[in-house]
């Protein structure tokens, strides 16, 4: 039987509750965004005790469909003000579906102390824990996982999410026990630290145990979604042998590669920092080229980077590469893995820091280029101290503080590695998403630049509206099963691939769904966030790109970004 734990901040006491019915059929994206609008008063302040943290495991987490093992955060973010759902992977997820755990729902504000919410089989416990402050993800998680069981799942935030820094986010850890796998955008870290929660331990000792109605139907669904996905030249080659970054000289040819805090498309030293060269070094320190950030993921993008003093950054994804790579102009792989690694132990989004650190050099704060005064600028943040706090405060908070006008930020996040002027489609999705300027919301990469899915012109209006429209629904519904968002690319490729999906699913909850249930279920889940975001006072005026992206034009292609009034026919479904 599936449950809510319900842990009341104000009071100290959990609560174990029934699944309501209208909740049943929902899970990861799905649910949280459905219980934040139920639960969570739109204009409520984002680190008050009226907001929310709900975590919560996909539909498939916890079985053996391949790729599933992601979690959903979800709140009021303190960084956009609107609702958010950040996705991490991990191996807490799988263990709270093998628990029996539909989500978890944080709430209330304690007087004072820090607490971690214990999670075992047979017992929930919240346990005063004042001698955990200020510790980093990566010390943290190991003496959790020390004092309580050494294969835990650790749910955690560092010194950022305790500060309360609006681009703070929620750390997991992988196999090994690294707290590098992070729900990172929005600043729900913020939020968790408001609650007086620094971590949650989940013990579990099954992973692939959820429940399923009929095996061998699930069985061979998720035999054959296995090899729909290795059989596809992204998810079973590209991906599997040099990581996300992979896509680090595919933009920087394309002319969409953000450099200089989006001054120009193309870096000249890309390939020094790109998939194939972090490979390289990676293994030759005895690093792995690609790794699995959950046990069951087919795909294996992550990686194990070695810093030459031995400190491990695992990983160094694409976004991460991109933000304190060509975006600050800094082609030494060492510095990135260096300010990635600060970032997961202090717990901050890279991308947000990445963009703020772009916004700093751009007021002259920092020299662009210099890979030192970068990481000296963010060992700042774990102190505390002013500079510190504007870079964990985020890129829009930076530029208003310095008088920078060139901010690339929607609704107060940093937009991530594609420029929307040479990738429309994915600007149609930053300047539309519930959630501010995100990649994931609608990967419109995807058509525009590697002609998965089909395709659409780049750098042309034509087809980005409804190109964007439709990544979204699709996005909101996977980010509802708990499947890795990259399994888009041999499902948009593969006709077989969305049916498998139902598949799974009726084989799994003894369902009939079709089709165009799961379609339903991500415009649903898109309506709902909408419906969040404009009982907080945001408008279809919100829904615009900073406008140097209408005013510049972009090299090597001299293209602006012009779709406008356009952009409010996104959610016309």
């Known amino acids: 039987m599936s449950k809510i734990l319900r842990v009341n901040m104000t009071t100290q006491k959990v609560n174990i509750e029934e699944v309501p019915e209208k909740y049943l059929a929902l899970g990861g994206r799905g649910l949280t965004s459905q219980i934040i609008l139920d639960e969570v008063p739109a204009d409520c302040h984002p680190l008050g005790p009226n907001n929310k943290l709900v975590i919560a495991p996909g539909l498939l987490s916890g079985t053996s469909a391949p790729s599933s093992g992601r979690l959903s955060v979800g709140g009021k973010s303190p960084l956009t003000g609107t609702i958010k759902e950040a996705n991490a992977g991990g191996i807490t997820s799988q263990k709270l579906a093998n628990l029996g755990i539909k989500a978890i729902i944080v709430e209330g504000k304690p007087s004072k102390g820090t607490y971690v919410l214990r999670v075992t089989a047979d017992n929930v416990e919240l346990i005063p824990a004042d001698d955990l402050a200020g510790k980093g993800t990566y010390e943290l998680t190991a003496v959790l996982r020390e004092r309580y069981n050494k294969k835990a799942g650790v749910i955690c935030i560092g010194p950022a999410g305790e500060m309360r820094m609006l681009s703070a986010g929620v750390a997991n850890n992988d196999s090994e026990g690294n707290s590098s796998r992070y729900a990172g955008r929005g600043g729900l870290g913020a939020v968790m630290g408001s609650k007086g929660l620094k971590a949650i331990v989940v013990e579990s000792d099954k992973t692939f145990d959820a429940p399923v109605q009929d095996k061998e139907r699930f069985k061979a669904a998720a035999k054959k979604f296995a090899d729909i996905l290795l059989k596809h030249p992204v998810?079973?080659?590209?991906?599997?042998?040099?990581?996300?970054?992979?896509?680090?000289n595919i933009i920087n040819e394309a002319g969409t590669l953000p450099t200089r805090n989006f001054r120009t498309g193309r870096f000249d030293r890309a390939a020094e920092v790109s998939g194939e060269k972090l490979a390289e070094v990676a293994v030759a320190r005895g690093g792995k080229a690609t790794h699995t950030c959950h046990p069951g993921c087919v795909i294996r993008c992550s990686n194990v980077y070695p810093l030459p003093d031995g400190t491990v950054c695992a990983p160094v994804e694409y976004e991460t590469?991109?933000?304190?790579?060509?975006?600050?102009e800094?082609?030494?792989?060492?510095?990135?893995?260096k300010l990635n690694y600060i970032c997961n132990d202090v717990g901050l989004d890279t991308i947000e820091t990445g963009c703020t650190l772009g916004v700093l050099m751009e007021a002259g704060v920092l020299p662009f280029g210099d890979g030192q005064a970068a990481i000296k600028a963010l060992e700042e943040v774990g102190k505390g101290t002013p500079l510190g706090r504007i870079i964990g405060a985020g890129a829009a908070v930076a530029g208003k503080v310095y008088g920078v006008t060139r901010v690339p930020v929607v609704k107060g996040q940093g937009i991530p590695a594609y420029d929307p002027r040479a990738c429309k489609g994915n600007g149609v999705t930053y300047a539309t998403s519930t959630m501010g300027a995100d990649h994931t919301a609608g990967y419109a990469v995807t058509a525009n630049i590697l002609k998965v899915g089909g395709f659409v012109e780049p750098t042309k209006e034509d087809g980005q509206i409804e190109l964007s429209r439709n990544l979204q629904?699709?996005?909101?519904?996977?980010?509802?099963?708990?499947?890795?968002?990259?399994?888009?690319?041999?499902?948009?490729?593969?006709?077989?691939?969305?049916?498998t999906i139902v598949e799974m699913l009726n084989a799994q909850y003894g369902t009939d769904l079709t089709v165009d249930d799961v379609v339903a279920l991500g415009q649903q889940i898109l309506k709902n966030e909408r419906e969040f975001n404009t009982k907080a006072g945001f408008t279809k005026a919100d829904d615009r790109l900073p406008e140097f992206f209408y005013n510049e034009e972009l090299a090597p292609h001299n293209t602006k970004f012009e779709l406008k009034d356009e952009l409010d026919e996104v959610y016309n479904f």
Not at 321 to 328: E, H, K, Q, V
Not at 331 to 337: H, K, T, W
């Open 235 to 248: 998810t079973g080659e590209g991906l599997p042998s040099y990581g996300t970054n992979v896509l680090m």
């Open 321 to 328: 590469a991109w933000s304190f790579g060509p975006n600050l």
């Open 330 to 337: 800094i082609s030494d792989l060492d510095v990135i893995a």
């Open 473 to 499: 629904v699709a996005t909101a519904a996977i980010d509802a099963t708990g499947l890795c968002l990259f399994v888009a690319f041999a499902v948009l490729d593969n006709p077989e691939g969305l049916p």
